[in-house]
Structure formats: structure tokens, C-alpha cells
């Protein structure tokens, strides 16, 4: 399958860079990754989809990958969305998109403060309601190493014990996700800056905001959670059902918060069996 370069300028002046695949005639859909990840982050979900008849679009977002780091180090919520806003004005008709937690939360944003801007959200282990202690796991993962890597085998290792996954040998993946610093030491593919700015929002603020967005859906949803996710729980899910009463939800077995990750067919299935029955 082609895939083509693009790139979408938002209103600050952030270039966001990414991939498309499939027919541009076919309807749109676009993939929003999480913080700290790159847009290789979804496996083969993107293609599949495409596959399928669609028009994806897998976005590095804001700060990530190849796309630009905000000058003004601005990694809030409401930049995300004036990125995920300048792509979706690229198209005759509203996309859908697929956002998994950062992603997510900016689809989210994003469709319940400006209704319509958007035909379908497939939540990716997010709700309003996070658990602090998953955060904060995500949190000391990021920023354990600032000084970096010696060898992708090394950033592979840390991946594992996170992840509590068996050690990836496909370093090549392990690469699209690092860079070489000044040191030629391999570091994470995204802006320090980040972490200042998504801590300046506050969870607790953002949880509200969040929750009247979700209020104020009326756009077909679905909600994907990883079975072990440890940041959003029963409890979380259960009130963003409760405001989103017309949601569907699949909780995926043997998943943490990197669902693609850990169930690529289960989850890209669940995606394209959504999609595929959208008016």
C-alpha cells in the first residue's frame, strides 16, 4: 500500500507531520498516538483500516516523532486540539478519529467543545477519570533517563520492564521511536518541555473539562479500555458511560494502556467493526 508524506499547519504555526494511506476519495479517518509515543505506535492497525475503505491519516502529534516542537513549549490540551482541528478542516467531510490516551483526550476536547467537527470517536483507554497512580507510572517512565540510552538493546530493556512485556528483538521498531542527542545517546522522540506543560494542567481540571465535553457528545463512540489498564478503571469507565449513555465499550483481555500494542488484532478488529457500521 502507498503512503504518502503530509503535513497540517496549525493556527500557532505548528507543522504536524505524518502518513496517509488509501484512497483520498474514501472517507477520512485519523490516528492521534499518546504522549511520549510517535505515530508507529498503532502496528498494523492504520493499514488494516485503510484496507478497508478507508482514508487514514496517522498523525505524529505536536512535539512527537517528526513533527515540530512548539517553540513556546504549549503541550495543553488546546494546543493538541488546534492541531487536530487544522487536519480535520482539511477535509469535505468531518473525520473520524481514533485517539489512544493524549490522543484521545484531545478527540474528546475537541468534538465536545466544538460539536461537529468530528463524525465518530474511538477512545483509546481514556476517560475523564484517570487513576493518578497509572499517571504517575507513565510520569517516571519518561523522565527516568533524561541522559539517554547507549544502545537501542538498552532502550528495548527499559521498554520491557514497563511494558512487562517479553524484550522486543525488533530494534528497528524500538529505533522509529528514539533519536541521537548531542552525546550520540539514544533519547525518547518528543520534547522535555512536554512534561511541564500536561503537569500545568492539573489532572483534576482536566477531568472536568473533560467530562463536560463528554456531556455534550452526541457523535458515535466507542470506548476501548486494556483489561489491566491501570488508568482507567471500572469506576471510570462506568462515568463516562453514565454521560455518554449512547457509547459502546470493549474491554480487550490481556491488555494494559498500550492496547494496540498488546492486542493489535483484537483491537484493530474492534475498530473496524465500529467504523463499518457509521451512517
Not at 498494523?44 to 513533527?67: L, P, Q, Y
Not at 510520569?139 to 520492564?161: N, Q
Not at 457528545?217 to 462506568?238: C, H, N
Amino acid at each position: 500500500m502507498e503512503i504518502i508524506n503530509v503535513q497540517y499547519v496549525a493556527s500557532d504555526g505548528v507543522v504536524s507531520r505524518g502518513d496517509a494511506y488509501g484512497d483520498p476519495a474514501h472517507p477520512p479517518i485519523i490516528f492521534l498516538h499518546g504522549g511520549g509515543q510517535t505515530r508507529h505506535s498503532w502496528g498494523d492497525t492504520a493499514r488494516k483500516v485503510a484496507a478497508e475503505g478507508w482514508h487514514v491519516v496517522n498523525i505524529d502529534s505536536r512535539g512527537h516523532g517528526e513533527s515540530d516542537w512548539c517553540p513556546a513549549g504549549d503541550y495543553t490540551t488546546d494546543g493538541f486540539v488546534r492541531d487536530l482541528t487544522a487536519i480535520a478542516e482539511q477535509f469535505d467531510q468531518p473525520p473520524v478519529v481514533v485517539g489512544a490516551s493524549k490522543g484521545g483526550v484531545t478527540a474528546l476536547a475537541a468534538e465536545g467543545e466544538n460539536k461537529g467537527l468530528l463524525r465518530s470517536l474511538v477512545l483509546v483507554d481514556i476517560t475523564p477519570k484517570v487513576e493518578a497512580k497509572g499517571v504517575s507510572r507513565i510520569l517516571d517512565f519518561m523522565t527516568a533517563k533524561p541522559e539517554g540510552y547507549e544502545t537501542l538493546e538498552d532502550v528495548a530493556e527499559s521498554v520491557a520492564a514497563y511494558t512487562g512485556r517479553k524484550r522486543t528483538t525488533n530494534l528497528e521498531g524500538i529505533r522509529k521511536n528514539v533519536r541521537k542527542n548531542e552525546d550520540g545517546r539514544y533519547v525518547w522522540h518528543w520534547d522535555p518541555k512536554m512534561i511541564d506543560s500536561a503537569l500545568g494542567e492539573g489532572l483534576e481540571k482536566r477531568s472536568i473539562r473533560l467530562m463536560d465535553a463528554a456531556r455534550n457528545l452526541s457523535a458515535p463512540t466507542l470506548l476501548v479500555r486494556g483489561e489491566k489498564s491501570d488508568i482507567v478503571s471500572a469506576q471510570g469507565v462506568e462515568e463516562f458511560r453514565e454521560a455518554v449513555s449512547h457509547a459502546e465499550f470493549i474491554d480487550v483481555k490481556e491488555a494494559t494502556h498500550m492496547v494496540a500494542g498488546d492486542q493489535n488484532t483484537v483491537f484493530s478488529d474492534a475498530v473496524i467493526d465500529f467504523i463499518s457500521r457509521l451512517d
